[in-house]
């Protein structure tokens, strides 16, 4: 997984707190939430199908800082994140960050 290698981390959970309520703990960080949906776009793979890859690909959990020993999330947490971006206008957010990261 050459983004890590190559960019290092493109994604803070500071850049998406303000789309999470401030009182509780997330469930997952909103930055490996950030980054497995673009993952998901680029392998073209289905909420379930991301959701299994965190949990089983060496690749994944790689550029995620997980340990292999993970257990990953439940796929609801993936369209539920962007479902946030949406309802706070913050859908183009990723690509802008990506793009900042791409520029360094």
Do not use: C
């Not at 930055?31 to 909420?47: C, G, S």
């Not at 990953?72 to 802008?96: I, P, Q, T």
């Amino acid at each position: 997984m050459q983004i890590r290698d190559e960019l290092g981390t493109l994604f803070s959970d500071e850049q998406f707190m303000d789309l999470f309520p401030q009182v509780g703990q997330l469930a997952e960080s909103p930055w490996r939430l950030a980054l497995v949906t673009v993952m998901q776009f680029a392998e073209n793979l289905t909420d379930r199908q991301a959701a299994d890859a965190v949990r089983g690909r060496i690749d994944w959990k790689y550029a995620l800082s997980l340990e292999l020993t993970d257990e990953g999330f439940d796929f609801s947490l993936l369209s539920e994140f962007r479902s946030r971006l949406v309802v706070h206008g913050a859908e183009v957010r990723l690509f802008e960050i990506m793009l900042a990261g791409f520029q360094r």
